[in-house]
Structures are given as structure tokens and as C-alpha cells.
């Protein structure tokens, strides 16, 4: 039995790092370019390996040049390959990505590609993956009906569901009665909350809003300022680690990779926060998005 399942998409990160990102129509001299593994997915399955936790990676790529990246990829980070579903009639997914060197701080454009076209007939081929898991972990990168379909069947089986809602979208009700933990940042728990976090009590706010939508347990990213969690009785703030954040590309991403293999290890919440954060603030150290995930070793 596998402990933890990803669905999601990889996409080739292209990313630009300079002295600022631009603004509209401006053009400027930038440092350096790196081409590597992205996608919000693939991301949070190279953190979980990375720690050592045992992982199904579910995604879909076309037969093309990043495809074979994204292959390579998983082998490299010790995940099979098995349930990447290759379609030589679609593109492998893509993405933008500006970096300011100063901050850290980035802007995305992110094209999905193949997993657009993912459908349940092709995902019930792999269901027992998800079924035969402890922890279910997914985004909102691939098609709704897809996500919701396998949100349902790991809550039915068992599972401990982890959405991380992102990028924000609407998602109906159906969605919030099947998620234990719900992962937004700032800026996504504004969108399905409408109250602006600038502070620890607006994000407090926010928290018990989205409870009382029925979501079980919240945990708020703060970036720089770390993370609030929240299951309508305990709170808890967390400080962001303070480390020199060079690229914060994935950062979400390692923080739930973390998390889930926190959960898998049946560490306590308050542990299972404790760890998310170090893995999200080790990973602003590096460029890069999955090949910023760090290591157990670089964690001691
Ligand atoms: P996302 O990458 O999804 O936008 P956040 O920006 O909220 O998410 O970052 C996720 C987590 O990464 C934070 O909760 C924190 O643990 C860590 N993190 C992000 N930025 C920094 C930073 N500058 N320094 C230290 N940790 C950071």
C-alpha cells in the first residue's frame, strides 16, 4: 500500500530571474534563465519523495521533448512512472515564470496542456491507487470534474484529502464537504473568502469562514510571514523559518508535500505545520521549482 497520491500536472518551468519583474511594456536586462520541473503536482510529489515518503504520482504529459523532461524527472526523484498517462496527441504543459532576485517574488503563466484533457474514464483506470492510500493530495491544475470525482472516492475510501486550491477558481459545495485539509495562500483565500489578509487576525477571519463552509481544517500560507492553522477550535501561527529566499517558486508546493508526509508519518499537527514550513523556507533557498524541494538530510 502506497501512503500518499498526487494528482496533478507537470509542466517545464522556463524562468527568468532579474533585478525586477517587468511591468507591462517594459522591457529589462535580466541575470539568469533555468529550464526544470514545475507544475503545482509534480512539485508536491518530488517534495514527498524527497523526505522519503512513499508516493503515486497520477498525471498526464504529451510524447514530446518536455514529456521525455518530465520522465526523467520522476526517475531522478525515485517516482514511478507508471501512472503518467502520455498522450502523443497533446502537448506537455508549460510555464512562464518572471522572478525578482531581490525578493524572490514571482509571476506565472502557466499552460496545462495535456492533463486539459484529462477525463474520469482515463483516471478510474488508476483509482485503486487512490482507493489503497492514506493521504490524497491534489490542486485545482487539472479539469474539476476530475479533481472532484477523485476527491469523492478517497473521502468514500478512507482517506485523508488534502486540496491545495490553486490557482483559485470557483469550486462548489460538493468540493468543501470532501477536503480535510484546505491549503490556500493569501491571495486564493481571499478569493473564496473575500476578506484581504494583511494580518494574522484577517487571516484568522478567513479561516473560520472557510470552516463554516465545511472544510475541516484550514491552514493559511503567509509567505514571508509563515502560516496560520486552523480546525474551528485550535489555532495555530507559525513564523515563517528565516532564511534568504532567492526564488519563491514552489514554496506552496514544498509546504504541502511536507504536509502530507507529516500526516503519513502520523506526526502530531502542530509537528506536521513544524515541518511543512521548514521544507517551504529550505526550498526559497534554491532557483527553481521542483528541483528546489530539499532533502530529509537538508532538513537536520
Ligand atoms: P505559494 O508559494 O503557494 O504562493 P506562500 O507564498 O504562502 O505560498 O508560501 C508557502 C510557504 O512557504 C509559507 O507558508 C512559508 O512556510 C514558506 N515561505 C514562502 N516565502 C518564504 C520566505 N520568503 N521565507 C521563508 N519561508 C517562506
Not at 518530465?70 to 497533446?90: P, V
Not at 470525482?149 to 483559485?168: D, Q, R, V, W, Y
Request: charged fraction near 20%; glycine fraction near 10%; include cysteine.
Amino acid at each position: 500500500m502506497s501512503e500518499i497520491t498526487v494528482l496533478g500536472i507537470f509542466v517545464a518551468d522556463i524562468s527568468f530571474s532579474g533585478p525586477k519583474i517587468p511591468s507591462i511594456g517594459e522591457t529589462i536586462l535580466g541575470k539568469k534563465y533555468n529550464v526544470g520541473p514545475g507544475g503545482k503536482g509534480c512539485n508536491q510529489a518530488i517534495a514527498i519523495a524527497r523526505l522519503g515518503g512513499t508516493i503515486n504520482f497520477i498525471s498526464k504529459i504529451g510524447k514530446d521533448a518536455y514529456g521525455e523532461l518530465a520522465l526523467k524527472t520522476l526517475e531522478k526523484n525515485k517516482i514511478s512512472t507508471e501512472n503518467i498517462i502520455q498522450d502523443a496527441s497533446q502537448q506537455t504543459g508549460v510555464a512562464g515564470i518572471l522572478v525578482d532576485q531581490n525578493t524572490g517574488k514571482n509571476a506565472i503563466n502557466v499552460i496545462v496542456g495535456a492533463p486539459n484533457s484529462l477525463k474520469i474514464s482515463e483516471i478510474e483506470k488508476k483509482i485503486s491507487l487512490i482507493k489503497s492510500s492514506k493521504i490524497f493530495l491534489t490542486q485545482l491544475e487539472v479539469p474539476k470534474d476530475v479533481t472532484l470525482h477523485c476527491l469523492k472516492t478517497a473521502k468514500e475510501s478512507g482517506c485523508i484529502t488534502i486540496l491545495n486550491p490553486a490557482p483559485a477558481s470557483e469550486i462548489s459545495k460538493e468540493f468543501y464537504n470532501n477536503i480535510d485539509f484546505f491549503t490556500p495562500n493569501e491571495t486564493e483565500a481571499e478569493f473564496y473568502t473575500g476578506i484581504k489578509i494583511t494580518n494574522e487576525q484577517q487571516a484568522k477571519q478567513a479561516a473560520n469562514k472557510l470552516i463554516s463552509l465545511g472544510i475541516k481544517k484550514v491552514i493559511i500560507t503567509l509567505g514571508e510571514k509563515g502560516l496560520l492553522y486552523s480546525d474551528g477550535k485550535e489555532e495555530i501561527y507559525l513564523k515563517a523559518s528565516s532564511v534568504k529566499a532567492i526564488d519563491t517558486t514552489g514554496a506552496g508546493d514544498a509546504f504541502n508535500g511536507g504536509l502530507a508526509y507529516g500526516i503519513s508519518e502520523a506526526k502530531s499537527i502542530k509537528e506536521c505545520l513544524e515541518l511543512a514550513n521548514k521544507v517551504a523556507g529550505l526550498s526559497t533557498t534554491k532557483l527553481g521549482a521542483g528541483d528546489s524541494m530539499p532533502y530529509l538530510e537538508d532538513l537536520k
